[in-house]
């Protein structure tokens, strides 16, 4: 029986990239910055490596955050309060997400990751501190807020991961752990309405979507295992080093092109 070596070795790039990528995602954001331009680089359309990536990324949050509610790092309190301003942005972003084109996604995708960059390295008392304890009732603002983010992350979801931890903290003044584990409960909500509404338009590689979703598991799961082993202040310098790669990426991109 003959093998195509080189299918093998594609089919393994994708499950490591699906590993990798879900790993960086758990503990702070922007690994779909990575895994995107590299799929539309192995051939898949924008709007298809859009779909198919998102496969993973559910697999990968749903593996962390399980692991981090099971060892009680999950707020349900807060979950169950953004959960319907997060459900309703995530319906509004799916229609429109079925409408854009590959040359708007990219162009859309340029300009996002500009955005994403400097959102990451803002300073944490820009719009000033932290509550000391999250609020008991969704405040107007955490409505608004958690809907814009549900909508950005529906349609692009590049760098959602960055901007959630922002809003979060700003929101609830929680610890970097447990702002992981309710972003990445967040996360599926509007992942699982984008990932619906692109599979009924024909907007998913499912092969390549289950090579990548099997290492996700892998990552999401020893994303989660190295923030119960290495506490907040590993989490707040993987944050730092994943944005700075982000804008090193973003500085190279311009100057290749």
């Not at 298809?48 to 990536?53: D, E, F, L, Q, S």
């Not at 000391?132 to 409505?143: F, R, Y």
């Not at 809907?147 to 992350?153: H, P, Q, T, V």
Request: some cysteine; hydrophobic content about 55%; glycine content about 12%.
């Amino acid at each position: 029986m003959d093998f195509d070596v080189s299918m093998i070795a594609l089919y393994g790039a994708y499950f490591v990239l699906g590993a990798v990528v879900s790993l960086i995602n758990s503990i702070a954001g922007g690994g779909s910055t990575l895994s995107l331009p590299l799929m539309i680089f192995l051939g898949l359309p924008a709007t298809v490596a859009n779909g198919t990536n998102r496969i993973g990324l559910i697999i990968g949050n749903f593996s962390s955050a399980i692991n981090l509610a099971r060892h009680g790092y999950l707020n349900k309190r807060l979950f169950l309060q953004l959960l319907t301003p997060t459900l309703i942005g995530a319906l509004v972003g799916a229609c429109f997400l079925v409408r854009i084109g590959d040359k708007l996604f990219q162009a859309i995708l340029a300009v996002v990751i500009c955005l994403v960059v400097v959102m990451s390295n803002l300073r944490k008392d820009i719009l000033g501190k932290p509550p000391v304890a999250p609020p008991e009732k969704l405040t107007l603002k955490g409505a608004l807020g958690f809907f814009c983010i549900a909508i950005y992350g529906c349609i692009v979801q590049v760098g959602v991961g960055f901007v959630q931890i922002f809003g979060l903290t700003r929101y609830t003044g929680l610890s970097p752990i447990e702002i992981n584990a309710l972003k990445n409960a967040l996360t599926n909500v509007f992942l699982l309405v984008s990932t619906i509404a692109l599979g009924l338009n024909g907007k998913i590689d499912w092969l390549i979507a289950a090579l990548m979703a099997s290492g996700a598991w892998v990552g999401g799961y020893f994303g989660s295992f190295l923030q119960r082993k290495k506490g907040n202040k590993f989490i707040q310098r993987f944050i730092s080093v994943c944005s700075i790669g982000m804008a090193i990426a973003l500085v190279v991109d311009l100057i290749v092109k």
